[in-house]
């Protein structure tokens, strides 16, 4: 049950509207379900001899007006409180006397009419739908003086909780004030008559949520906000210095022709121009692009590189966010921009479900916890290279990278979840529930092929090696760890751990290593999850189609050099032609 409150002062037009046949015939038998004192002239269903609605409109709108009247200059400019209620489209529809009940609740809950208080404002609540009620009140007392009303959009919203809850209703979660305005009606309604599929607000706020992803500095913000096709505006003090921004859809216009500007404060509160200018000063992203070295192979393309390094980004921001510290809230600022740039450079088959996981993380980003001493630096780094790599598409992404890190990320998802949940934060938890839905979607487009490839290969290990990789992964990974209803063949994992082998690594201590990374319960397949851990700490080719390498035989092998995870990787060198003997290791001299 969503309640809309707005102020108004013309108590006539309102009615006016809400008795008439709306902007697209969409109301229907209209009439009052309740009023202040039960008996209110109804121009929808008077029963009078020959009843003429406008005479009774008029007289219903005299009657709520009364005391605004009597009290001349002392009353409020804005005297009318119009409050909308709808339900959800699942809900049952309600009856007239059920919707009386809500309006009565709602408007003592505002303190306009206390139940029991013969001076209350007067009020009527107009029915012309089937799931939802308008009501309409005048906020002068019958003493004559203004209604206290502090906080009665957040009262309203607590009331209706609490009717859902009492009516068997949908139960929404409760807010904290950190989400972003919704649109208008008036903004829905041009969108559909423009044929947008979204309103102007909602396609500049993900536009700027993007920009700002990976930025290094605001002058790289604004310029990435003018190449998305915005029309930007900015608001310069007498020094020079930037206070404020304002974009705007090019052919979005107003009724006299001119552009319809949004401030950024006003598309979400983290994309106000201070809040933009802190992140940016406060986690500026390294600038230089990510060297071969930190990936450990010069012939993997800058988009699996940039893939890679978030893999591990990302991992340690779920580790963060399970740590349950409140400076983890930084981290949900970054996994947000790392979302972002993802789903900006993403081949099609997954641009869809990415861009629906953005859109919905973006709740998760904002509650009232802040971080005095997080560092972002790393994961708007790792946002930063993906967006510096340029697109996946045509540019030697084979998808094998982009489903490890999805992969990954479904876990900061469900990490972010858990955290938001312990805080009490139920609008923000689901959106991370709900991002990895989108997450899993994406996951499994991006996986198919790689992941069929490594079963493929997997299968073709001759059947000793086959039954030594079998018995290891069952020791480490007893069956009672996969979930039911997924698939607990090994052979994607059997073939990563013969490749890792081949390329100078202990399978056994591998996987165990991948598995104390970070907990598995809430992977929907523990194999996939580990197939990909497995692979980007043995710095593996996430194309199961590339060669591995190895050291050469009996030439000798210096020690390699650590990654972050502190596992040794072996230094790239020609490929053999055949996988070694099980759990064998290459000669050293």
Not at 70 to 78: M, R
Request: proline share 7%; charged share 30%.
């Amino acid at each position: 049950m969503v309640p809309k409150i707005r102020r108004g002062s013309r108590t006539h037009g309102l009615l006016v509207y809400l008795y008439g046949p709306g902007k697209r015939d969409e109301h229907t038998d209209p009439h009052l379900v309740g009023s202040w004192d039960g008996f209110a002239p109804d121009p929808g269903r008077d029963t009078s001899p020959d009843p003429d609605p406008k005479v009774t409109l008029a007289r219903l709108a005299a009657a709520l007006d009364l005391r605004v009247k009597q009290a001349g200059d002392k009353a409020p400019a804005q005297h009318v409180w119009h409050c909308s209620v709808r339900t959800d489209p699942g809900d049952r529809t309600l009856a007239d006397d059920e919707w009386n009940m809500v309006a009565r609740r709602l408007v003592h809950a505002v303190n306009l009419a206390p139940e029991g208080d013969p001076d209350g404002c007067r009020w009527v609540a107009v029915r012309h739908a089937d799931d939802h009620i308008h009501i309409l009140a005048t906020m002068v007392r019958g003493d004559l003086r203004r209604p206290r009303m502090n906080y009665d959009f957040k009262k309203a919203q607590a009331e209706c909780r609490r009717i859902e809850q009492e009516m068997g209703l949908r139960r929404l979660k409760p807010g904290d004030g950190t989400g972003a305005k919704t649109p208008t009606s008036a903004e829905r309604f041009k969108a559909e008559r423009t044929g947008r599929p979204e309103t102007p607000r909602e396609t500049l706020r993900e536009a700027v949520r993007q920009a700002v992803a990976g930025a290094a500095s605001e002058a790289e913000f604004f310029t990435r906000l003018r190449e998305a096709g915005l029309r930007v505006k900015l608001r310069h003090a007498p020094s020079g210095d930037v206070l404020g921004y304002t974009v705007a859809l090019p052919g979005d216009r107003n009724r006299d022709r001119e552009p319809v500007w949004f401030a950024g404060s006003t598309l979400a509160p983290d994309l106000s121009y201070p809040k933009i200018q802190r992140r940016l000063a406060d986690g500026t992203p390294d600038t230089v692009t990510m060297p071969e070295a930190a990936s450990g192979r010069s012939d993997w393309s800058p988009p699996s590189r940039g893939r890679r390094t978030a893999t591990g980004v990302a991992e340690r921001a779920a580790i963060l966010l399970d740590s349950d510290d409140d400076e983890a809230a930084a981290q949900l600022v970054g996994v947000g921009e790392l979302l972002d740039a993802v789903a900006q450079t993403s081949p099609a088959a997954t641009r869809a479900e990415l861009g629906a996981a953005a859109r919905s993380f973006e709740r998760a980003t904002r509650s009232h916890v802040r971080a005095e001493r997080a560092d972002t630096r790393a994961i708007r780094s790792a946002a930063r290279g993906i967006i510096q790599a340029g697109s996946a598409l045509g540019r030697g992404e084979d998808g094998g990278t982009t489903a490890m890190l999805v992969s990954t990320l479904v876990l900061v998802a469900l990490a972010a979840a858990r955290w938001h949940s312990a805080r009490g934060h139920a609008q923000q938890a689901e959106a991370s529930r709900q991002t990895a839905e989108h997450l899993r979607a994406a996951y499994r487009q991006a996986a198919a092929a790689p992941m069929q490839a490594l079963r493929d290969q997997g299968r073709a290990l001759p059947e000793a090696q086959r039954r030594a990789y079998e018995t290891t992964i069952r020791a480490a990974l007893p069956e009672n760890r996969t979930r039911p209803g997924t698939s607990t063949k090994n052979d994607a994992l059997a073939a990563t751990l013969a490749q890792a082998e081949q390329a100078g690594h202990d399978p056994k201590a591998l996987l165990h290593e991948a598995i104390a990374m970070r907990e598995l319960d809430t992977a929907d397949n523990v194999n996939d999850v580990l197939v990909w851990r497995l692979r980007r700490l043995a710095q593996l080719p996430a194309h199961p189609g590339e060669a591995t390498r190895r050291p050469q035989v009996g030439t000798g092998r210096a020690k390699p050099p650590a990654n972050r995870t502190g596992v040794r990787t072996a230094s790239p060198a020609s490929p053999r032609p055949a996988a070694p003997a099980p759990h064998s290791r290459p000669p050293r001299r």
